[in-house]
């Protein structure tokens, strides 16, 4: 029986599997993908931004879904107290608040019509594919991998900072209430790290469900690499916009200083 159990792989400790999990985005977070080197960097046209803050509501505005989805799985009162928040933090309350609200300041702040932006009319279909198939994910695997992929918020702060940074210094439509929705989530996120993170650590308490964990984390990953596969392609290199994509002029309310789109009327 000795022998057996020796033979057997040990289950890492909590460090080393946190130190595994770490190792997942240092690799392979969307911080490195190209599309946000630019932006960052100040090398997207205002078109490119709009399209980046046209796509990525509809990720803003799937996380709440996907949240309530996981919260109705749970028979944990306690779980889905800690949970709940994360649907407030953006939905906001009903008339003020929440990230989704805020993020359409900024669709405003970059001359588009936020009404536009909330039908997610002009979405590319390979970012609803990508963000669907996570909210999918959420609601069908098991809470430990619902958890785990949502353990890409331990990688988000730094993100936040240097898009605050890179928008504030390269485009004359950042300032303090366009960019309202990083500055909050700075302060957020790192609440909803240490609640998932720990949940992961005590749960994932075999091999196997490490790896699970490892798994979904990468797969979350993967949804938010491909959405800014999608982006890139379409508005970026090669530049073919697919059936349904913006079209790059509707919904622009109004031309900025650094605007690249022709003067005249939208059609």
Not at 86 to 96: K, S, T
Not at 141 to 146: D, G, I, R, S, V
Not at 171 to 199: H, I, M, T, W
Request: aromatic share 10%; glycine share 8%; proline share 6%.
């Amino acid at each position: 029986m000795t022998a057996w159990r020796s033979a057997l792989p040990e289950t890492p400790d909590r460090q080393t599997f946190e130190s595994r999990l770490r190792a997942i985005g240092a690799e392979r977070y969307h911080d490195k993908h190209p599309f946000h080197v630019m932006l960052h960097g100040g090398e997207c046209s205002l078109t490119q931004v709009r399209a980046w803050v046209i796509n990525r509501y509809y990720y803003q505005s799937r996380i709440p879904m996907k949240d309530a989805a996981f919260m109705s799985r749970s028979e944990n009162p306690d779980l889905r107290r800690a949970w709940r928040r994360r649907i407030e933090d953006h939905d906001g309350g009903v008339e003020e608040g929440g990230g989704i609200r805020r993020w359409l300041k900024l669709a405003e702040a970059v001359g588009l019509d936020p009404d536009y932006v909330a039908s997610t009319r002009g979405v590319l279909a390979g970012t609803r594919f990508a963000v669907d198939a996570y909210v999918h994910f959420v609601r069908d695997k098991p809470m430990l991998e619902a958890v785990a992929s949502s353990l890409t918020e331990m990688f988000a702060p730094k993100i936040h900072a240097d898009r605050i940074a890179g928008l504030l210094k390269h485009y004359a439509f950042a300032d303090d209430r366009a960019l309202a929705y990083f500055r909050q989530r700075l302060n957020e996120a790192p609440e909803e790290v240490e609640f998932g993170l720990g949940y992961v650590l005590d749960h994932a308490d075999t091999l196997e469900k490490q790896d699970a964990a490892a798994a979904a984390l990468t797969f979350k990953t993967d949804v938010l690499w491909s959405q800014l596969d999608a982006l890139f392609s379409a508005y970026v290199k090669p530049g073919r916009i697919p059936p349904g994509g913006w079209d790059g002029r509707e919904a622009v309310t109004r031309f900025l200083p650094d605007d690249d789109i022709p003067k005249g009327p939208n059609p």
